[in-house]
């Protein structure tokens, strides 16, 4: 594995992004999320959620609308 990035990850989507989860997702949400995985990680990915409980408020996200975010670590496969 090879580190990748740091991203700032919508709280929304870490459940989706870490094991599948849709639920409370709506269809423009889960795109948003594909896009994101597969343009950045085409071969798959392992990502290091250490700081998951520490959310904050960021207006650029890595994708979607300004909201509450966690920084996690991604590493390519």
């Given at each position: 594995?090879t580190f990748?990035?740091?991203?700032?990850?919508?709280?929304?989507?870490?459940?989706?992004?870490?094991?599948?989860?849709?639920?409370?997702?709506?269809?423009?949400?889960?795109?948003?999320?594909?896009?994101f995985v597969?343009?950045?990680?085409?071969?798959?990915?392992?990502?290091?959620?250490?700081?998951?409980?520490?959310?904050?408020f960021s207006?650029?996200?890595?994708?979607?609308?300004?909201?509450?975010?966690?920084?996690?670590?991604?590493?390519?496969?």
């Amino acid at each position: 594995m090879t580190f990748a990035a740091t991203f700032k990850i919508p709280t929304y989507a870490v459940c989706y992004i870490e094991m599948g989860d849709a639920e409370g997702l709506d269809d423009n949400d889960i795109k948003l999320i594909e896009d994101f995985v597969r343009t950045n990680f085409p071969k798959g990915y392992v990502a290091d959620w250490s700081k998951i409980d520490q959310p904050y408020f960021s207006s650029c996200p890595e994708f979607g609308k300004a909201t509450d975010v966690v920084d996690a670590d991604f590493y390519h496969l």
